[in-house]
């Protein structure tokens, strides 16, 4: 069975993750959609439990997904899950020289999982949780941006 991790903040889920979701289930058998928590990084907006609760919301109706959290290595987390693949989504040329330093980062730590890239539809390539974030405090227009679950989260945040 091909096992895949798409690993992220996902602080909180948009669109653009949702069509990486999609697709990656597609091809792999099942497709762990995993919450970093990360020590140095826990200003986010949601709560990690937040964030899980959202994309299992928004991933119901994906019979071959599975939401998860993980801390400290990514390489570690999928050797322990047995997962031979890392999806990430790239969204535009900006995204590259990172996502090509973690991706050979991981290599060189675990030569059997593979890095496989999905490009982001166009219509997505300007979004980030950032973005809809900003959007939200300043109570700009996102409904297009995140799933409607997500969207009325965001709303209660800043009401
Ligand atoms: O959604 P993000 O914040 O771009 O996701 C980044 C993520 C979670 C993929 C990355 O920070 C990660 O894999 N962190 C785990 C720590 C790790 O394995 N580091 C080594 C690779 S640089």
Request: glycine share 4%; proline share 3%; charged share 25%.
């Given at each position: 069975m091909k096992i895949g991790i798409y690993p992220g903040s996902f602080d909180p889920v948009t669109n653009g993750h949702m069509d990486i979701i999609e697709r990656a289930s597609k091809v792999v058998d099942k497709l762990i959609v995993s919450v970093l928590m990360n020590p140095r990084k826990n200003t986010g907006l949601f709560t990690i439990d937040e964030r899980i609760d959202m994309l299992k919301e928004c991933t119901i109706h994906l019979s071959n997904v599975e939401i998860d959290s993980f801390s400290g290595l990514l390489v570690d987390y999928a050797k322990y899950k047995e997962a031979?693949?890392?999806?990430?989504?790239?969204?535009?040329?900006?995204?590259l020289e990172l996502e090509m330093q973690m991706a050979q980062i991981n290599k060189n730590m675990s030569p059997e999982v593979e890095t496989v890239f999905l490009?982001?539809?166009?219509?997505?390539?300007?979004?980030?949780?950032?973005?809809?974030?900003?959007?939200?405090?300043?109570?700009?227009?996102?409904?297009?941006?995140?799933?409607?679950?997500?969207?009325?989260?965001?709303?209660?945040?800043?009401?």
């Amino acid at each position: 069975m091909k096992i895949g991790i798409y690993p992220g903040s996902f602080d909180p889920v948009t669109n653009g993750h949702m069509d990486i979701i999609e697709r990656a289930s597609k091809v792999v058998d099942k497709l762990i959609v995993s919450v970093l928590m990360n020590p140095r990084k826990n200003t986010g907006l949601f709560t990690i439990d937040e964030r899980i609760d959202m994309l299992k919301e928004c991933t119901i109706h994906l019979s071959n997904v599975e939401i998860d959290s993980f801390s400290g290595l990514l390489v570690d987390y999928a050797k322990y899950k047995e997962a031979s693949i890392i999806v990430r989504g790239l969204r535009a040329v900006m995204d590259l020289e990172l996502e090509m330093q973690m991706a050979q980062i991981n290599k060189n730590m675990s030569p059997e999982v593979e890095t496989v890239f999905l490009v982001t539809q166009a219509k997505y390539s300007f979004l980030s949780s950032s973005a809809v974030k900003e959007l939200a405090l300043f109570h700009g227009d996102f409904d297009d941006l995140v799933p409607h679950f997500v969207r009325n989260k965001l709303k209660d945040k800043y009401k």
